[in-house]
């Protein structure tokens, strides 16, 4: 499974970016998916995680409100809508997705390359 994010740059405080991740390879058994994001000196964290179906999800207490994760799967591209963007959001954003191996019935975990959000004050 290949993730390849899309979406980041620079915005002012108060507005708004749509970071997007397509997913290629095998995707067919790709179960949850999640934004993940790492801030200079910081831990990585989780920002929202989607399930399979796309109705159970997950979001950080800072974002609630302000962040919509989202995904297609027939597209097998999730999405992250980021409103009233504050300057303590910017941070690497990575694509994550765990994905079932039929082979050996065990989970994997893929990550894409991160896209870079920037909010100025």
């Known amino acids: 499974v290949q993730l390849v994010e899309s979406g980041g740059g620079l915005v002012q405080a108060g507005g708004s970016l749509r970071l997007s991740c397509a997913a290629s390879?095998?995707?067919?058994?790709?179960?949850?998916m999640g934004w993940y994001r790492q801030a200079p000196g910081k831990q990585r964290e989780l920002v929202a995680d989607?399930?399979?179906?796309?109705?159970?999800?997950n979001y950080a207490d800072s974002v609630k409100g302000r962040f919509t994760i989202s995904r297609d799967k027939l597209k097998n591209t999730m999405y992250l809508q980021m409103n009233s963007l504050k300057p303590e959001d910017t941070a690497v954003y990575y694509c994550n997705a765990v994905w079932y191996s039929d082979y050996d019935g065990k989970y994997y975990t893929f990550w894409g390359q991160g896209t870079l959000v920037t909010v100025s004050s």
């Open positions: 390879g095998s995707t067919y058994n790709i179960n949850t």
């Open positions: 989607i399930s399979s179906g796309g109705i159970l999800v």
